[in-house]
């Protein structure tokens, strides 16, 4: 966003997130202090046995400045990591898995929380309030009581954390991510929607009253749980669309695009399940403001989005695949004409998994600790 | 559809559409007649090296009145046709390939036509007139040259079959198809999109100025033409939007919609390419008229369809896959209520290249040669 | 097999297996008999939630004889069958599940049980002992109760039973078929093995102590359980050999290939766990006898296979693909010279859950009650 | 291996394998020196137009000692990369491809080359004998003329090359690869097979006339060409062998075993096309010397690759999977019993593209240049 200021100086080194990302990932132990093992922290794994744990893991592998020293996960505890997720068996160094109630906290230095929706807020009550926490669960997004309670079928049991809690749509709010202790990680389908449109919102180039997302996703958004319906069989070369009208990522975009229009939004929201592990697209039918061209909207987001390091907006006409974001941290966008007067096209893809959920994670936990803020996200797609 | 006839008696059959496909299986030779020589026709699928016409050989081995004795493919010409769809090996009686100039059109009865554009149209000119002809390509579906002119960029080279061609969109304009002599096959996304669209916008329940279609398909759709892009390694684990605003199945629609509507109508259209073979799955945005509701959709759309064979409106609140049609020669359909008000979001599901493409051409040749129209269509979908 | 008698004349129908599909499909219904109601059989199908208890329904739905009269699932008891299997919704006539305990056996002329191994034994001791069972389980067939009660784990329930049974490889054991009562429905991978080991074993042409068989297996054949390595995002391009050197199949291979050998035979078996809905291919590599070459045995199969309707050996040097038997009831095979001397390999596909499991049960159930061998299994392979 | 020694002191680094990804990841720019211009190899990747070139970018765009100067690809030169490969737009400085002819050979340092196999050393043979190369083609791996001439039907053109060439199957020649100046990258299959059947085969472990190699493939080992047999349609949801008794990897693997065992070998190799981009697993079944068990064939693996980075291998009973190690440099393997007695089954997983091709030529780069074996390599799996 543009409105980024240069990050505190906190570790002396500024965001430079033009910078190439090898660039970056050479200089990034530069500075002689980031050798010292002070700036070695202690990280936790809550809930490590699914799949936005193992990502955290993995891209924690190649962090100069993270060692994780506490992997949870309840069902699984007492297992080496490798025994859960045997494609980081040449991870070094990993802990075995334990109970969270055996956790040595003053071991800790911060949490990355993916833990289910809901038992959430209950374990993060009770950690240490020195721990910086970034929570992947739905926990903490939304802001209003009411909304959580509506959504979640529930009074929420931490508001307290709910009001202090930092939404952490990193190159939205970068700078609040910087000061979080406790950070919300947006969901992966706000992630990718609310990247292109929260900007056209907030500048009026978009009417708020008519925006339609028609978002399509990759089952490991579903998680390692054994159900039925994620099955192979029950998913392989096939799609569908779900939750039509009802899904809980709805509230969250609402809440974003709300906040950007200065007046309550609604959304028309359709998610739909693809045959894919990994990969997210939003494809969103927006209404422009008089006299505004796709065109407009486009530059609006090359602008919004300069000197972005992971949020790239496409060359004019080029369309964003998901196979071009997997496995890395970046969102690819694009906007295009509607054959409809008065309307355009505007495309996002993420890796659900990366920018989606861990790797936005990370992100943000980069600034939340001082570190560059592109520290061990620097892997490209992998394709094919 | 409501008001579809009861089919003319040229051989003392009459539609019964609501009649089980097995019954209709049992029943279909029931009639002494239909054993004759002269009720089994003499089949050519012009373009057999294609999936397509693979998909029509595919159909036809099961059915009683067919015997398939042409087969082209000018640059396959001599070989056997296992050889070029192994798959087909099993099937009885087919003939080789042979180049179109080398046909004995004496011994064609009807032509299944699934060249490519544009070539097409050169091809069926010089066809004996008296053949029934059901062409898959696109050539005579739009009825109006100027358009045609437009989209393909080219001027039409056969204006007078244009003219006589009938647009087999079959439970929409099943009375004509019954008389035709040359049928236009529609494209996958028109059949999928104009099934619920159409007697929604004829009906007025639906506003024909802002409706949007996220459309999502298979592979096969392309051909098996042999493109980089297309590749098992470009297409698996990615999904991505593409012909942005510029799809020619868009004007077809477009003239269907319009003729329903009574006065001309544009669309959104935006289709997607799927890591699938088969499927496809049109999710339709669309504004009610005052005061109609989701439910209203929903009911027009049953009452519109009773009775129908192959187009089912599902039970209120459940979705369409497309993993439920693979292979058979259903459309799915159901409407839903959108968080917007005065939005609803309509979605149906074929497979593309049985719906979509070479089923509803033999639903087609069925009723255009007086035979039960699901005669060879009872195959159920193939899950998993 | 060469050796195949032609059918006991029960109806009038001798086999025709040579005779293509169609031209049965079309004459099935010929015999006026066979429209009477009295060669309408009612059919029960138990475990009907199950991948091979759908594929029965799949394949019953085109059958002029058979009526789907009973369907259990103790879980899913009380739904509608198109809740639990959505793609059968068009399918006429099927029943609503019900318990095994509430079925009124009067009712059922046959019953295909696909019903868990162990399970099964105790349901089938309890049934009429008139009714004709097709057996898709392990239970009845190992026919030593001490090899069955080391692989199981238990002693056999059911031992009288056990005697009764008759294996059902349906061109080795054709004219026991015929006259079965509890027929033991082979398992895939002894299907996709024994097709063509079983001749070239019996013939001498391989050694039988050196027999290497690598299987690969679509996923479909671990069954619908929720199991999380079943996940699509576990399996998704991905391989992995799984029960080295345990598998049960393992056993019933030897069973076989023993009988043919008239001695002991054991056999080195690895199978792999492919990432595919349907398929499997046993790739066999063996020794050959004194002086005999790969085209001996290709020629020996030639023969063995000469008129067999669903069992072709290919052209020489023609390699079989999985995708070219995806739905359909086939196995095709070929043998190919090893670089080895004094090797060959032998390859063999089928599609797991048709010829493997339901399809060559109802290939056996059409020989126990009469009716012509192909009868609702003229389905060509769905490709792409 | 067992045998291997100390890296020479070139860079003054010694080899340590054993030692961690991250921690080198780490500690390799922490030699002062490794910043310094000098350290900063200039790369040129020729056809990188094809998925081993793009692999190439991918990990080196990680690698703080190589700047990719020139990318070349003759029928796609003037375009930007990012054009060809979008996945990689991402990456940094990133030159255009140019053509072949049109490089300024004194601005490399070393070259990839990923040229089609015959037409690379042509092109080789007139580079600057300065240039350090690592070639991917299969041009210089069988080092008999006669050999390469009866496989690959034509006389090689450049038999000093030959010569000079160095097989780089890194683990097994660590110390010739230091010293190479032109390095033969193995084959996918070869690597895949020989890390585990070299070590056995040179302690007499393995019986070296009996071994049979099972081989699995994902497509990408076929390239980017558009063919239509490796069309998505084609390939998905469905396997099948190949080059049965012909692949031009076997005289490759023959070579190695051969020298392994000290006299010729020829081997059985069924090569077998998966529906996956990427993955490969060999499935080996070996004779066992007399009174050789399957456990010290795998005690005598472990010790042989004691200490080495990339090869691990697994637990007692651990199966490999290719989803293990998609997109990383790791060959995970083991070793199991056989029911046929004096018979083991040897497993190897890797990923074709990586330690089967690009990885193991930055492996086999970095030693040559020398610099850490595993800079840039220190990616985990990404899975799912």
Known sequence: MRVAQPQTARCGVSRRSAVSVKAQAVASPAPATAQLKTDVAKIAVLGASGYTGAEVVRLCALHPNIKVTVLTGDKQAGKAFSDVFPHLMT?????????????????????????????????????????????????????DPKSYAEWYGHEHAALDLQKEAVYGLTEIYRDQVKKARLLANPGCYPTCSQLPLYPLVKAGLVLPDDIIIDAKSGVSGAGRAAKESNLYCEIAEGI?????????????????????????????????????SRGMQCTMYVKTAPGVTADDLRSHLEKAYEGEHFVKVLPKGVIPHT??????????????????????VVICCIDNLVKGASGQGLQNLNLMMGWPETTALGQLAMFP
Request: glycine share 4%; hydrophobic share 40%; aromatic share 6%.
């Open 91 to 143: 991870a070094s160094n990993v802990p075995k898995l334990v109970k969270i109630d055996d956790v040595n906290w003053s071991d800790v230095d911060a949490a990355f929380c993916c833990l289910p929706h809901a038992t959430t807020q209950a374990v993060i009550k009770n950690l240490p309030s020195s721990l910086k926490v970034v929570d992947l669960s739905a926990d903490f997004r939304l802001k």
């Open 240 to 276: 569908n669309s779900y939750a039509v009208g009802s899904h809980r990522h709805m509230p969250e975009i609402e809440q974003g695009l709300s906040e950007a229009a200065g007046a309550p939004v609604r959304i028309s929201f359709t998610p739909h399940l693809m045959n894919l």
């Open 323 to 344: 196979r071009h974001v997997r496995g890395s941290n970046f969102a690819l966008m694009n906007v295009f004409p509607d054959r409809l007067p008065g309307r355009a």
